[in-house]
């Protein structure tokens, strides 16, 4: 997946130790339309003094990063900030089909973060890896938010299933057949119609007889 770069140019501190990736959503319920990726994006530039991540993902899958990793960013409050080498913000939509490419960009973006961060994929450990904002809240303290838990799950994303998609690493594979279909394989192996299309490069839901799909 392609990054844009959307560098704001603060000044950002070292951080005292890489510990986390933090999963953040905007929590903004009245901006949810096709600009709402943009008017988030805008907003954190003008107010970047009061709080800032380093990544956004929004509006149909496209990933922006706004500020460097590995440099404190104001996200996640004052005790975990200084530990989080990435924090990612997902904006919100009223669209299925564009919360599906957002989801599957999320996942991916989360997991490459922690790759290069050499952090564990594991989410809402007791130790380093992922770590959504309420994990923060109700763990380390310093802030009260309780994202992104409401806002996935109104989309039918439990947290087992957030956790599921993130800590998945070894690719099982499906030779499909006659009658698969992307929804029917998503239920069979337990993940969603938008994991299986990032995991397998797919820009529609056709799938062929014959075709070698990774589905887990």
């Given amino acids: 997946m392609n990054i844009e770069k959307q560098l704001i140019g603060m000044a950002q501190t070292p951080l005292i130790e890489s510990r986390y990736i933090i999963a953040h959503e905007s929590g903004n319920p009245?901006?949810?339309?096709?600009n709402s990726l943009a008017n988030e994006l805008n907003y954190m530039k003008r107010n970047w003094e009061n709080a800032f991540v380093s990544h956004w993902v929004g509006g149909g899958g496209r990933i922006v990063q706004i500020a460097r990793t590995g440099l404190v960013q104001w996200g996640a409050g004052p005790r975990a900030n200084p530990y989080s080498y990435a924090q990612v913000e997902l904006a919100r939509t009223n669209d299925r089909a564009t919360f599906?490419?957002?989801y599957a960009a999320f996942i991916?973006?989360?997991?490459h973060l922690a790759d290069e961060a050499g952090l564990p994929k594991s989410l809402n450990g007791s130790g380093k890896g992922i770590k959504t904002h309420r994990w923060v809240s109700?763990?380390?303290g310093g802030t009260n938010h309780v994202d992104p838990d409401g806002y996935l799950k109104s989309w039918?994303?439990?947290?087992?299933?957030?956790?599921?998609d993130l800590e998945k690493s070894l690719h099982k594979l499906h030779l499909v057949v006659r009658g698969d279909t992307l929804w029917s394989l998503s239920r069979r192996y337990n993940t969603s119609v938008a994991v299986l299309k990032s995991l397998n490069g797919l820009k529609s839901d056709r799938i062929i007889v014959g075709q070698i799909m990774k589905v887990g």
């Fill in 30 to 34: 009245n901006n949810v339309w096709a």
């Fill in 100 to 102: 599906e490419k957002d």
């Fill in 108 to 111: 991916w973006l989360l997991r």
């Fill in 138 to 140: 109700e763990n380390l």
């Fill in 156 to 164: 039918g994303v439990s947290m087992a299933q957030f956790k599921k």
